[in-house]
């Protein structure tokens, strides 16, 4: 299980006290329930201000208390009305148990799969964004030797490729040669040059040649063929007389362009009143 928690704008896995400390000073609200991700260097931020302002442990469990949000601190006093003067550990544990949403790994890992990179979003942002969701799933198996490895860069290659908005250069990218043995940076790196590559041409340009290509494909690829001629020497039989007869002949504005159904005769003598 990952056990997600938010402080505002600033998220904070839960280290310790002086780790959720430090929010007294940077933000001094904490929402219900987040995505988790590392803090290690708003950790050190906060360690150094507590330090700074001389905070001991008496006042701790009093500045933590006020790190809690007003709906947070109302079910805080809820559960536990001496909350605020309590020890560090036991106020901690309490805020940890309201404010954290249990979130199993298989759905961090399914949200990180499904990660694509918005139209205008630059690259290198997107990949921020992915490595930090990764860094909560959990990638990382024990070894035969029982040593610990960690494959997140594999799965984070993969989501970033799979994930880039321009089909072009994901195209381009999959037909790379040996792109599974990048590192990360590189990939970040092919894929920025192909993106400024892609914007150096003007979109004037771009509608323009896609014009010439669309007016190229719908050109036909050869002469047209003009259908044949009739025969005019064809004969048929008259359905009414069973004489032979021509389906076309010439007359003073020239030849039928509708083959004859029956013979003159047997034509005259149907349309003539009787």
């Not at 609200?29 to 987040?34: G, I, L, P, R, Y």
Request: hydrophobic share 40%; proline share 7%.
């Amino acid at each position: 299980m990952a056990w997600p928690i938010r402080a505002g704008t600033n998220p904070l896995h839960p280290f310790g006290p002086w780790a959720c400390l430090a929010l007294r000073w940077i933000d001094r609200e904490w929402t219900s329930a987040c995505p988790s991700r590392t803090g290690t260097s708003l950790h050190a931020a906060g360690t150094s201000s507590v330090l700074a302002r001389g905070i001991g442990d008496a006042q701790a469990p009093f500045q933590l208390f006020q790190c809690a949000g007003p709906e947070l601190g109302d079910s805080l006093l809820k559960a536990n009305p001496d909350a605020a003067t309590g020890p560090v550990e036991t106020l901690l544990a309490a805020m940890r148990s309201l404010a954290v949403i249990p979130v199993t790994t298989c759905v961090l890992r399914t949200e990180l799969l499904q990660l694509r990179q918005d139209r205008d979003e630059p690259f290198r942002a997107f990949a921020a964004r992915v490595r930090g969701k990764a860094e909560t799933c959990a990638y990382n198996a024990v070894c035969g030797c029982r040593q610990s490895v960690d494959y997140s860069d594999h799965i984070i290659r993969d989501v970033l490729i799979n994930g880039i908005n321009d089909s072009d250069i994901r195209r381009d990218m999959l037909g790379t040669h040996d792109v599974l043995c990048k590192s990360v940076n590189n990939i970040i790196a092919l894929v920025e040059n192909r993106e400024m590559a892609r914007n150096a041409l003007p979109s004037s340009s771009l509608s323009a040649m896609s014009s010439f290509r669309r007016g190229q494909a719908m050109l036909p690829s050869g002469p047209a063929s003009s259908p044949a001629p009739p025969d005019r020497s064809a004969r048929a039989i008259c359905p009414d007389c069973k004489v032979s007869f021509c389906v076309f002949s010439e007359g003073s504005r020239g030849w039928n362009t509708k083959p004859h159904q029956m013979c003159a005769d047997c034509f005259w003598a149907r349309i003539s009143p009787r």
